[in-house]
């Protein structure tokens, strides 16, 4: 009786065992991917759920502080954050510091790959002095400068490294020895540039290739035609978009070709890759429309005519943007192009605001992340990331991205640069016009003038 009982109470004890470690086992993966999704247990002992911050520097190996709390691992680094506000701070031996106020959200990603801290101790190092410089122009990837005291020549620098190197380029049979150059616009590939000059009374139009200048082209001499407007429709350069008395046409480089009239009554236009959009003159109104090749074109809106209207078009992670303003007011749409079966209004209206001016300017950059509208010392800037819309003012009216996600201006003879939300506003060096950011992130270069002289000059800003 004894033994039957042991072993009735043995089999029950052995019963209950599986039973609790099973049970053991389900809380636990159930816990575990409760903490997989970012839920976690907060000091007031209420369940919530955190969001996941991605944290890239340049350089990398910077010292992180979240809420006065320095982490345990340096950038690049990924952490679990509670919902709501926080202070971050970024910081290295040597360099500045960078920092920011985020907002996680319960179940989002929030990444950080722009902070970009630089060098405290720094040597000016002049790298060209010129006489009589004509223009200077950097192209938007850190890898070259173009300058010229003349149109005979001009002069190309490799800035790609630590070492700079030169090459003379001539460009006379191209450019009028008389002529002023007004405007220079580099495609993305940053072999051609499209540069608008003044001979005597006339504005001409050139296609130089910096890789082979023999295989530049004088547009307005070669197709007789007086251009308002040009610009790349391609990174290699290879196809332009062009205005000329109100008609759009594309032009084939290599091919020596021009189209017949895409579209007419046209007053500006916008193209990114392979979409097209413009703005036509209709009676009273203004048209703004996107380009179909082999139908009819879309009318996306219509405008009343007296309105100053900007446009851009950008896709950011698969997803299609239509930015314009009218006026000051500001509209930014992203979804699926309209079409003959979808209108604007099927798109998602991310952003309509009055903003604070009447932009001149309307440019996407980072990768299609980042929309700005300028005017003078005015920018609003749209987040595509985020979708955020910051306004600030800057010091001087000739701002432009210094490198992806920092915005620079020269004022007062510094320098001063702030990230692409008007944070982190530092003064970095004393220099006029334009500067850039290397292409290997160690170098700042910019213009300063010593003695009637305007000089290139470098620092380093990254070991």
Same mark, same amino acid.
Request: net charge negative; hydrophobic share 40%.
């Given at each position: 009786?004894d033994?039957?009982?042991?072993k009735?109470?043995h @089999?029950?004890?052995?019963i209950?065992?599986?039973?609790?470690?099973?049970?053991? $086992?389900?809380?636990?993966?159930?816990?575990?991917?409760?903490?997989?999704?970012?839920?976690?247990?907060?000091?007031?002992?209420?369940?919530g759920q955190?969001?996941?911050?991605?944290?890239?520097s340049i350089? @990398?190996?910077?010292?992180?502080?979240?809420?006065g709390?320095?982490m345990?691992?340096?950038?690049?680094?990924?952490?679990?954050?509670?919902e709501?506000k926080?202070?971050?701070?970024?910081?290295?031996?040597g360099?500045?510091?960078?920092?920011?106020e985020?907002v996680?959200?319960?179940?989002?990603?929030?990444?950080?790959?722009?902070?970009?801290?630089?060098?405290?101790?720094?040597?000016?190092e002049?790298?060209?002095?010129t006489?009589?410089l004509?223009f200077?122009?950097?192209?938007?990837?850190?890898?070259?400068?173009?300058?010229?005291?003349?149109?005979?020549?001009?002069?190309?620098?490799?800035?790609?490294?630590?070492?700079? +190197?030169?090459?003379?380029?001539?460009?006379?049979?191209?450019?009028?020895k008389?002529?002023?150059?007004?405007?220079?616009?580099?495609?993305?590939?940053s072999?051609?540039?499209?540069?608008?000059?003044?001979?005597r009374?006339?504005?001409?139009?050139?296609?130089?290739n910096?890789?082979?200048?023999?295989?530049s082209?004088?547009?307005?001499?070669?197709?007789?035609?007086?251009f308002?407007?040009?610009?790349?429709s391609?990174?290699?350069?290879?196809?332009?978009?062009?205005?000329?008395?109100?008609?759009?046409?594309?032009?084939?480089?290599?091919?020596?070709?021009?189209?017949?009239v895409?579209?007419?009554?046209?007053e500006?236009?916008?193209?990114n890759?392979?979409?097209?959009a413009y703005?036509a003159?209709?009676?009273t109104?203004?048209?703004?429309?996107?380009?179909?090749?082999?139908?009819?074109?879309?009318?996306?809106?219509?405008?009343?005519?007296?309105?100053?209207?900007?446009?851009?078009?950008s896709?950011y992670?698969n997803?299609?943007y239509?930015?314009?303003?009218?006026?000051s007011?500001?509209?930014?749409?992203?979804?699926?192009?309209?079409?003959?079966?979808?209108t604007?209004?099927?798109?998602?209206?991310?952003?309509?605001?009055?903003?604070?001016?009447?932009?001149?300017?309307?440019?996407v950059?980072?990768?299609d992340?980042?929309?700005?509208?300028?005017?003078?010392?005015?920018?609003?800037?749209?987040?595509?990331?985020?979708?955020?819309? +910051?306004?600030?003012?800057?010091?001087?009216?000739?701002a432009?991205?210094l $490198?992806?996600?920092?915005?620079g201006? @020269?004022?007062?003879?510094?320098?001063?640069?702030?990230?692409?939300?008007?944070?982190?506003?530092?003064e970095?060096?004393v220099a006029?016009?334009r500067?850039?950011i290397?292409?290997?992130?160690k170098?700042?270069?910019?213009?300063?003038t010593?003695?009637?002289?305007? $000089?290139?000059?470098?620092e380093?800003i990254?070991?």
């Amino acid at each position: 009786m004894d033994k039957e009982h042991k072993k009735k109470m043995h @089999t029950i004890k052995v019963i209950i065992t599986e039973i609790v470690m099973v049970l053991v $086992a389900i809380v636990t993966v159930i816990v575990l991917t409760f903490l997989a999704m970012g839920y976690n247990v907060n000091r007031n002992g209420e369940l919530g759920q955190s969001g996941l911050l991605q944290l890239k520097s340049i350089p @990398t190996g910077a010292m992180v502080e979240i809420d006065g709390e320095i982490m345990f691992s340096k950038t690049n680094m990924s952490r679990m954050l509670s919902e709501g506000k926080h202070k971050l701070v970024v910081s290295k031996d040597g360099y500045d510091t960078w920092e920011k106020e985020i907002v996680s959200d319960p179940g989002w990603l929030l990444k950080l790959d722009y902070p970009r801290l630089f060098l405290k101790e720094r040597t000016p190092e002049k790298v060209r002095d010129t006489e009589n410089l004509q223009f200077v122009s950097m192209d938007d990837s850190g890898t070259q400068i173009l300058y010229a005291t003349n149109n005979d020549k001009w002069q190309l620098l490799n800035i790609r490294g630590d070492e700079v +190197s030169e090459q003379s380029l001539n460009v006379s049979e191209y450019i009028g020895k008389e002529a002023q150059i007004t405007n220079i616009k580099w495609n993305k590939n940053s072999d051609k540039v499209l540069v608008r000059a003044k001979n005597r009374e006339n504005i001409e139009w050139s296609l130089i290739n910096l890789k082979n200048v023999d295989s530049s082209l004088n547009l307005t001499q070669k197709f007789a035609f007086n251009f308002d407007m040009i610009e790349f429709s391609t990174d290699s350069g290879e196809r332009l978009i062009v205005l000329e008395n109100g008609n759009l046409r594309s032009i084939l480089a290599s091919e020596r070709t021009v189209s017949q009239v895409m579209a007419k009554n046209v007053e500006s236009f916008y193209n990114n890759d392979t979409n097209l959009a413009y703005i036509a003159i209709s009676g009273t109104k203004k048209n703004l429309m996107l380009y179909q090749e082999g139908s009819n074109d879309i009318l996306v809106t219509e405008l009343n005519n007296a309105s100053k209207v900007k446009v851009s078009l950008s896709d950011y992670l698969n997803k299609k943007y239509i930015s314009f303003t009218i006026d000051s007011r500001l509209f930014i749409y992203r979804g699926e192009y309209p079409t003959a079966e979808r209108t604007l209004s099927d798109m998602e209206l991310v952003v309509e605001k009055d903003i604070k001016f009447i932009p001149d300017e309307l440019v996407v950059w980072a990768e299609d992340q980042l929309i700005m509208v300028k005017s003078g010392k005015n920018i609003a800037m749209f987040n595509a990331e985020l979708s955020e819309l +910051s306004e600030y003012e800057v010091e001087g009216e000739n701002a432009f991205f210094l $490198a992806p996600y920092l915005v620079g201006v @020269t004022a007062n003879g510094q320098l001063i640069v702030r990230d692409f939300d008007g944070n982190n506003r530092r003064e970095l060096a004393v220099a006029e016009l334009r500067a850039t950011i290397s292409k290997n992130n160690k170098w700042l270069y910019y213009l300063n003038t010593v003695d009637s002289k305007v $000089a290139i000059y470098r620092e380093k800003i990254m070991d």
